[in-house]
């Protein structure tokens, strides 16, 4: 059997290549050839070593969690029909592995589809292996590495399209990683009426703005909540909370709603994390948890987010801030995490 390349993650801090076999085609799937990987904010939580992820997900781990993909064909089964070797495709993982029956997936609501099974990445590979669901063709104005910063991208699409936008809202976002800047991106090309962004560092704060902030507040000012208070007068009507981990920012995003306003979680934390239910229910606050992408009425929410992609309403490659090769996986992962070096994205190269 023929030979590729997979990283492990052995555990925090510890990732290495080994040599795995390579996924063999079938009758109903197409095998890639990976040219970009991303290095996604959730990976961060097994490379530090935080209790709650490393428990649903134990060391060591197979592919070291990857799964955002650009790649190309290579290979199809005699059952696929709308892909053929050559092509190069963004993968929607979610859509790709679910039933195609369940009501869920009736839905639109491919990504908790009972029917799938244990979620598992192919991680950081050279060849991965996918049914022809729920993967796209690239137009010529997206390079196929580029691709895989359509996976993050297409989250905090999800959960504004979800949430369903009428114009004029007046919105936070908490964190300027990818999500963070894309999710103001995106509430700006929905209609939303002011934006305004939190953001640690000088790289964030740029970007934020590059990508549609009215305002950034840094939130590492003592009084960055009074701050973003004082341009939502009355409080925002939809907080997205992004960052996570082991931030205070979900009891920060309750301050900062309006009464019976939304607040999104996007972030995932390391621990479980507390809030004032008296002040939650006395302002009748929506909460709205968003974990992956779906449909909303005729299009994927991935196919919306290429689109704006390639129409250059929403630029992502610019967020691409750093190329690292896959033999330097470990540079890669310590990139990612290290943000007073600059990165934003970090994309893995074969």
């Known amino acids: 059997m023929a030979k590729m390349r997979s990283a492990v993650m052995l555990g925090p801090r510890q990732i290495e290549l080994v040599e795995v076999d390579r996924p063999e085609v079938d009758a109903d799937s197409v095998i890639i050839k990976t040219e970009g990987m991303g290095v996604c904010g959730s990976n961060l939580h097994w490379w530090r070593g935080a209790e709650r992820p490393t428990k649903l997900w134990p060391f060591p781990i197979p592919g070291a969690g990857g799964h955002e993909y650009g790649g190309v064909v290579v290979e199809a089964g005699k059952n696929i029909r709308k892909l053929k070797p050559g092509d190069r495709v ?7 592995t679910s039933c195609g029956r369940c009501p869920y997936c009736s839905s639109g609501a491919f990504g908790v589809c009972p029917d799938r099974g244990d979620f598992v990445t192919p991680g950081f590979v050279d060849y991965i292996k996918f049914g022809e669901k729920g993967l796209y063709v690239l137009p010529d104005s997206i ?6 910063i359509i996976e993050p991208a297409a989250t905090p699409v999800a959960a504004l399209r979800r ?3 009428r114009g004029g809202e ?4 908490l964190g ?3 999500v963070g800047i894309v999710a103001a991106a995106v509430a700006k090309i929905l209609g939303a009426g002011k934006v305004v962004v939190t953001a ?7 970007f934020a703005r590059e990508f549609g902030a009215d305002v950034v507040v840094r939130s590492t000012a003592g009084d960055a909540v009074e701050q973003v208070l004082s341009h939502v007068d009355g409080g925002a009507d939809i907080v997205i909370e ?4 082991s931030a205070n920012t979900l009891d920060q995003a309750a301050t900062i709603v309006r009464p019976r306003g939304t607040v999104v979680v996007l972030g995932l934390w390391e621990v479980a994390t507390k809030i004032d239910s008296w002040a939650a229910v006395f302002k009748e606050i929506n909460f709205m948890y968003a974990l992956a992408y779906g449909q909303v009425g005729l299009r994927t929410d991935y196919e919306f987010t290429i689109d704006m992609m390639a129409s250059g309403r929403l ?9 690292i090769p896959l033999a330097n996986i470990r540079e890669a992962f310590e990139l990612t995490d290290d943000k007073t070096r600059g990165a934003i994205k970090v994309i893995v190269r074969p």
């Open 315 to 323: 630029p992502l490659q610019k967020l691409i801030t750093h190329q």
């Open 170 to 173: 007046r919105v936070v976002v």
């Open 90 to 96: 963004a993968v929607d993982q979610f859509h790709s």
């Open 143 to 148: 390079e196929t590495h580029a691709a895989a």
């Open 242 to 245: 992004t960052v996570g981990g």
């Open 163 to 165: 949430l369903g936008l």
């Open 176 to 178: 300027a990683g990818v």
């Open 200 to 206: 640690k560092y000088d790289q964030q704060e740029r």
